[in-house]
């Protein structure tokens, strides 16, 4: 008795859906690229990781600008949701920037491969147009961030808009220093796995809010 026509010959191997193909070529690039960097990886490699030929990786990606692109894309729209629903869900911004943080431990201890893609490459502007992803998510961290800073001072009825601008500019200065800390304190904290994560993001809200707090109140070191 002969099988139906949808049965696969002996011996023929099934076809991997082009979805999940897909999805196992992104898996193994993001690994490649978190641990080589942009200019350490090369198809060989991802194509190796992925146990496929060169060919086929091709068929997918045209290029390795076109994989990088789709890699950091699909990092960044996961983690914008993120931090955009945690901070609205925050009731101040002391809140938002303690959301933050959470956020971004969560994000490093649950994708570590794209943990190291971002701070590998989050701010590497000579890479290149490849790395437009991810400067937009640094610019999204930022606005965030700003919007953070503003957020009380603008609740203020008193405040004049020479102040306002004044305290605008302060906050575009402010955003760089916030998110570098930041991302430098989930990094140290990976490394040192004895700390404990709450101290350390507890020690991260601290470092940003309660030295923002006196930047706010007008506090400043004289000049040299």
């Not at 008795?1 to 859906?17: E, F, I, Q």
């Not at 911004?93 to 490459?121: I, K, N, Q, Y």
Request: aromatic share 6%; no cysteine.
């Amino acid at each position: 008795m002969t099988g139906g026509a949808g049965d696969a010959a002996p011996g023929a191997r099934r076809r991997m859906p082009h979805a999940l193909r897909r999805e196992k070529l992104l898996a193994a690039a993001l690994a490649e690229f978190g641990r080589r960097g942009y200019h350490g990886t090369q198809m060989d490699h991802v194509a190796a990781a992925a146990r496929v030929s060169k060919a086929l990786l091709y068929q997918h990606f045209a290029s390795k600008e076109v994989l990088f692109a789709e890699v950091t894309g699909s990092i960044v729209a996961g983690l914008t949701a993120r931090l955009d629903e945690a901070v609205a869900a925050g009731q101040g911004s002391a809140e938002g920037v303690r959301a933050m943080v959470r956020v971004l431990f969560d994000h490093a201890t649950d994708e570590p491969d794209a943990w190291a893609l971002l701070v590998r490459h989050l701010d590497k502007p000579e890479a290149g147009l490849e790395l437009r992803e991810l400067r937009e998510l640094r610019d999204r961290l930022g606005a965030v961030l700003a919007a953070l800073l503003l957020r009380r001072r603008r609740a203020d009825p008193g405040l004049s808009a020479a102040a306002l601008a004044v305290n605008e500019h302060r906050a575009r200065l402010l955003v760089p220093l916030m998110y570098g800390s930041m991302l430098s304190m989930v990094s140290w904290w990976l490394e040192h796995p004895d700390t404990r994560r709450e101290h350390a993001e507890q020690m991260a809200v601290e470092f940003i809010w309660l030295g923002l707090d006196r930047l706010r109140t007008g506090e400043r070191l004289p000049k040299a």
